[in-house]
């Protein structure tokens, strides 16, 4: 059984950054297609990015392009979401989540099979 476990949410400025890493044990993680999602509570969860086993091969939600970047150390067994040029509507509880290795429903959070407990990210105006 897969297992995820998210790290480095914190509380930001605008315009402050961060990395997210998602520690995947119990598998491999270039097994998986591999996403990252946020949800503020009472609102459904969102897309943020994800990307395949091929690590060529990212998607993004318009909302986080050019401000995001999603990576995988295969080495680490890890996945990041660099998070740059932080706004207030981007605070929410991030998600990891693991899905098939070969599928191209990337954005919907029903592609995905395992999930992590979250991470809080709070930017402050």
């Known amino acids: 059984q897969v297992q995820l476990v998210e790290s480095g949410g914190g509380l930001v400025q605008t315009g402050g950054s961060l990395r997210l890493s998602c520690a995947v044990s119990?598998?491999?993680?270039?097994?998986?297609?591999m996403g990252w999602f946020r949800q503020v509570a009472g609102k459904e969860r969102e897309f943020v990015a994800a990307?395949?086993?091929?690590?060529?091969?990212?998607d993004y939600a318009d909302s986080v392009k050019g401000r995001f970047t999603i990576s995988r150390d295969n080495a680490k067994n890890t996945i990041y979401l660099q998070v740059n040029s932080l706004k207030p509507e981007d605070t929410a509880v991030y998600y990891c989540?693991?899905?098939?290795?070969?599928?191209?429903?990337?954005?919907?959070?029903?592609?995905?099979?395992?999930w992590g407990q979250g991470t809080q990210v709070t930017v402050s105006s």
């Open positions: 119990g598998s491999t993680v270039s097994m998986y297609t």
């Open positions: 990307i395949s086993w091929s690590p060529s091969r990212t």
């Open positions: 989540a693991a899905g098939p290795k070969y599928t191209i429903a990337v954005t919907l959070a029903t592609t995905y099979t395992n």
